[in-house]
């Protein structure tokens, strides 16, 4: 009797550990990334804070990086970010999650397999290309019956509620998808319309997740920048609560058009004005951050597990 190979089954191992060792790299190199990335913000903002008080960064309400009287005050643009992201808002998720109710619910499987692919194809085009639709075609369009200014953030919050769409209607689909098809039967069983199945037992039970595509959703409206340099402006200002049409229908300055602006300009590279960059970045971050973390944690808080 021959005496038995092993050669094949040490070289099956060897490939699974070079395997596991390239997978872990890639791991790693993803975490690496996003540290230098958080390193650098910090680096620079606490260079800024160094020579700029930081309760006057939080509490000012005048920015002017540039111009005499110099003046970091970050509460204009985080009041532009916000604007962008309820014009948003308002626009992509009552869209996005009638959406997702159509295509679970309502929609044939052929009439999914080619509404959902088209829906996402909004997720692809370029954000440059929304920016220049909204202030070409957008605004000239607005502006037959609305006083708007040339760049404004109504047409920007439009675009970016319109790209986002596919985001919140994706995941909620999905969300929605995972449901027992036994919940859906035990509501028809008691002679509930389809429409009351979807509005009071499927959306309630997938509420996790549609929650969870609401804050992604507008963790990227606030992050958003090319339609929003592009459409609304560089006109950082408080937004007017007792003037809600005046704050959409006017330029304004969120943060990621500020930081265009700074890091496009033609300032000193190791001044106030240039390091001012990393600190709005670090404030834009933290921000996006914290959106993100509530997600998880109320997905975490009210999933549903079905068995």
């Given amino acids: 009797m021959s005496a038995p190979d092993f050669s094949h089954d040490t070289s099956r191992t060897a490939r699974g550990t ?3 060792y390239f997978f872990m790299l890639c791991a790693l190199l993803s975490i690496l990334t996003t540290v230098a ?3 650098t913000l910090l680096v620079d903002a606490v260079d800024f804070f160094a020579q700029v008080s930081f309760v006057e960064f939080l509490t000012g309400t005048r920015w002017s990086p540039t111009n005499d009287p110099v003046a970091f005050g970050v509460l204009p643009l985080i009041s532009g970010t916000l604007v962008i992201t309820i ?5 992509a998720l009552p869209i996005g999650l009638l959406t997702a109710i159509y295509l679970s619910e309502y929609a044939s499987e052929r009439r999914r397999a080619y509404l959902k692919p088209a829906l996402e194809v909004l997720a692809g085009v370029p954000t440059v290309v929304y920016g220049y639709f909204a202030l070409v075609y957008v605004t000239p369009a607005l502006d037959t019956f609305l006083p708007l200014s040339t760049f404004n953030a109504l047409s920007a919050s439009i675009m970016v509620g319109i790209m986002i769409i596919p985001m919140v209607s994706s995941i909620s689909e999905d969300a929605m998808s995972a449901v027992p098809d036994s919940l859906r039967q035990a509501s028809y069983g008691l002679g509930a319309t389809k429409f009351t199945v979807s509005t009071s037992v499927v959306v309630p039970a997938a ?3 549609i929650f969870s595509s609401f804050i992604l959703a507008l963790s990227r409206a606030i992050g958003e920048t090319m339609i929003v340099a592009i459409a609304a402006g560089q006109t950082p200002r408080m937004a007017d609560l007792t003037d809600p049409a ?3 229908l006017n ?3 969120p943060m990621t058009s500020a930081m265009v602006q700074i890091g496009t300009g033609d300032i000193v590279g190791q001044g106030e004005a240039y390091k001012s960059l990393f600190a709005v970045g670090l404030t834009l971050f933290v921000i996006t951050f914290v959106m993100n973390l509530v997600s ?3 997905a975490s808080r009210y999933r549903e597990v079905y068995r």
């Fill in 18 to 20: 070079v395997f596991r």
């Fill in 37 to 39: 990335i958080i390193l």
């Fill in 87 to 91: 014009g948003s808002a308002m626009v």
């Fill in 207 to 209: 509420l996790s997740g």
């Fill in 246 to 248: 005046g704050m959409f």
């Fill in 251 to 253: 330029s304004i300055q």
């Fill in 296 to 298: 998880e944690l109320v």
